[in-house]
């Protein structure tokens, strides 16, 4: 099966600029999750949808960071406007639907984002 | 919020079994223990999960405490592809949240 699609794969842009990710799951993933990596730590949870419901974004930025889902498919991740501190690799993972037995999540390859 | 403590480093030599421990002890009844690791420049990927017992799979074993508060990752023959971060965490049950802690970085001496 194909994976989970990520674009673009780097992005470089001067604070208070805008950028948007793009993710792809996989087909009939029902979850989707994005992921903040900042160098040297663990992936941080930004936001997770159920279909094109949000689950959880207690630790997205709302004032600067947006998510949406439409039709519960793809997925867009926006930044505006930056600062110096977003500089990171943002992943995108999916899973099968919730309540399935093994429910493991599939990651994208990462975009990752500069600001200067 | 469940959380897990891992060493930040241990090292291994080629071809000799690593286990890699994980303490959790505020797990709650219904938590799955997950392992993921993530190679340089790459987004993580799954390694093995469990509940209660023992795991086997072609990557790896889990070894899961009786009281389910620690857990080890045993890779049986390291090789070099291994070096790697490998993060525990428990899936919440109720939301299906995976929370990462920092992880540990396996270093694979040749």
């Known amino acids: 099966e194909a994976g989970v699609a990520q674009s673009p794969r780097y992005k470089i842009i001067e604070k208070r600029q805008s950028v948007a990710f793009w993710c792809n799951p996989i087909s009939g993933h029902a979850t989707l999750y994005w992921y903040q990596q900042i160098l040297g730590q663990g992936p941080k949870l930004l936001i997770q949808f159920q279909n094109n419901g949000v689950v959880d974004d207690s630790q997205l930025p709302k004032d600067r960071f947006s998510a949406e889902r439409l039709k519960g498919v793809d997925s867009t991740l926006k930044i505006q406007p930056a600062k110096l501190e977003d500089s990171a690799v943002y992943l995108c993972?999916?899973?099968?639907?919730?309540?399935?037995?093994?429910?493991?999540?599939?990651f994208g390859a990462g975009s990752r984002l500069t600001v200067l | 919020d469940a959380k897990t403590t891992q060493p930040n480093s241990m090292e291994s030599n080629e071809e000799e079994p690593v286990h890699l421990p994980c303490n959790h002890s505020t797990i709650s009844g219904t938590d799955y223990i997950h392992w993921y690791r993530q190679l340089p420049s790459q987004g993580p990927e799954y390694v093995i999960h469990g509940l209660t017992s023992n795991v086997n799979n072609r990557m790896a074993s889990l070894a899961i405490a009786e009281d389910r508060k620690s857990s080890t990752l045993i890779l049986h023959r390291a090789t070099l592809r291994d070096a790697a971060v490998y993060y525990c965490i428990l899936r919440d049950f109720g939301t299906y949240k995976y929370i990462f802690g920092t992880g540990t970085r396996l270093k694979v001496l040749a």
């Open positions: 993972a999916s899973s099968f639907k919730r309540g399935a037995g093994a429910n493991v999540l599939t």
